[in-house]
């Protein structure tokens, strides 16, 4: 029996028009739908009328940054391996970037299993497309340490000579922007919240202007958020 394949696809990253007619065909077509969370997904995929089964694939961090083993990597991988054809796809955007979507890859590579990408939507180059600023080099972090460690990301951060881009959540931005305005006060931010959905805002200006703007307006610190420094 010949394996299954794996297919990584890219979903929406807040508007729901934003999925290619290939990511639907595709997940419609496969075994199986891993999500991050399938609630979150099922929203996507009633959308679509896409009635194909899913299972949930995560990792669980510690309280200090560590991460435990992802679950069902085994049973995936044995399911490729037996012929299912299986989609991975996370909650928004493409699987693989600050997930644990590059371990089932690893995995799936490991075991002669083929792998196909069905590109889509990524919040990191949605807000490097409107940057205005050049992207020919840059350098991308994910999220920030959460205690540990976290001095010293941005202090490289500030160190680098080319524009570095990160995620950030709302509980954390405004105690980070703090700690890069005592580092760099005067390094320029782009910063992309809520990236295709209603409301929508992308913030421009120095570390201490951003900081103010979100200090001064409370309740705007809510969502996702895209980082790019330069």
Do not use: W
């Not at 199986?32 to 961090?61: G, H, M, P, W």
């Not at 976290?150 to 709302?170: D, G, H, L, N």
């Not at 931005?173 to 959905?197: D, M």
Request: with cysteine; charged share 25%.
């Amino acid at each position: 029996m010949d394996s299954g394949i794996l297919y990584i696809v890219a979903t929406p990253i807040g508007n729901l028009g934003d999925i290619t007619a290939r990511a639907i065909e595709t997940l419609q077509k496969v075994d199986l739908i891993v999500c991050e969370d399938t609630r979150t997904s099922r929203k996507l995929l009633d959308r679509y009328e896409i009635k194909t089964a899913t299972t949930s694939f995560y990792q669980i961090q510690k309280s200090n940054g560590a991460t435990k083993p992802v679950p069902k990597l085994d049973y995936l991988t044995a399911e490729l391996i037996g012929g299912k054809n299986i989609a991975l796809i996370t909650d928004a955007g493409t699987p693989g970037i600050s997930d644990p979507g590059n371990q089932l890859v690893a995995r799936a590579v490991e075991s002669s299993i083929v792998v196909i990408p069905i590109p889509g939507v990524s919040a990191l180059t949605t807000l490097a497309s409107v940057s205005g600023i050049d992207l020919t080099r840059f350098t991308f972090l994910g999220f920030p340490p959460h205690k540990k460690g976290r001095e010293t990301f941005f202090k490289e951060v500030v160190a680098q000579i080319y524009p570095i881009s990160y995620f950030e959540s709302p509980h954390r931005v405004v105690k980070n922007l703090e700690l890069l305005k005592s580092l760099a006060p005067e390094k320029r931010i782009i910063l992309g919240r809520e990236l295709t959905k209603m409301f929508e805002e992308i913030v421009r200006g120095t570390v201490e202007e951003v900081l103010s703007y979100f200090i001064e307006n409370p309740g705007k610190v809510k969502g996702e958020f895209v980082i790019i420094i330069h």
